[in-house]
């Protein structure tokens, strides 16, 4: 099945500065790449996604990349803000002839120092 | 309602207990998950739906844990038996299709806090 690593497991920057999360998936067939946040005690909500036809994408201040190869995605948040706190989990998934269930990696707390 | 719904939000249980978790998903949705996620952990994978059937079961660490929905829409996911190690936050979560497909975002639960003492 699936594996999916991500580091690094806390990240710590200043308000202002970029935050870069990466993760690493096993499973070569696995095409969709959501990245969710996850407020202490509530719920995770989808903040992007890509898929496997293409190498980035962009929303606002929110971007990620993707290296089919290498079998690593990453998110990167620049101009952080202290509601940007939280944890961030990435996710890797199969979709073939019935969809199949997204594999989570193991979160970053990203703590956006005022 | 708007979201996905789960209740209880808290249970508290004694180890040997059957408790049951209710996920009311979002109008429509087809497919249903859920995941069970521990302290500093993400989620981890139990059971898919798909309409009133088991897609995948796999995630389901033993044959205490059981999930039904047999109506396609609300969910219950029962555990046997409990155990300390059971203790976790159960989410439920759906999608208008299955994960990773058009319209394939998942829309989690606030989940429900299982304590097994």
């Known amino acids: 099945g699936e594996n999916v690593e991500q580091h690094p497991s806390t990240l710590s920057v200043q308000e202002g500065d970029s935050a870069v999360i990466k993760c690493t998936y096993s499973d070569s067939a696995s095409n969709y790449f959501p990245w969710y946040k996850q407020e202490l005690g509530k719920r995770p909500q989808l903040i992007i996604d890509?898929?496997?036809?293409?190498g980035e994408k962009k929303d606002q201040r929110i971007a990620v990349t993707l290296n089919k190869t290498a079998k690593h995605f990453s998110l990167h948040i620049t101009e952080t803000q202290p509601e940007d706190s939280a944890v961030y989990f990435c996710?890797?998934?199969?979709?073939?002839?019935?969809?199949?269930?997204?594999?989570f990696g193991s979160g970053t707390q990203l703590t956006v120092l005022p | 309602g708007a979201g996905v719904s789960q209740t209880p939000s808290n249970k508290v249980t004694e180890k040997g207990k059957y408790v049951e978790l209710r996920c009311d998903p979002i109008?429509?949705?087809?497919?249903l998950y859920w995941y069970r996620q521990s302290l500093g952990q993400g989620p981890e994978f139990l059971i898919y739906f798909q309409g009133t059937g088991a897609a995948d079961d796999s995630g389901l660490p033993n044959d205490r844990f059981f999930a039904v929905r047999p109506e396609g829409s609300v969910s219950t996911l029962k555990i046997q038996r409990t155990e300390r190690g059971d203790s976790a936050v159960y989410l439920c979560a759906s999608s208008l299709r299955a994960a990773g497909g058009v319209s394939g975002e998942l829309f989690f639960g606030e989940g429900s806090r299982l304590t097994v003492l």
């Open positions: 109008s429509g949705h087809t497919a």
């Open positions: 996710a890797a998934s199969t979709h073939g002839g019935s969809a199949r269930q997204l594999t």
């Open positions: 890509i898929r496997s036809n293409v």
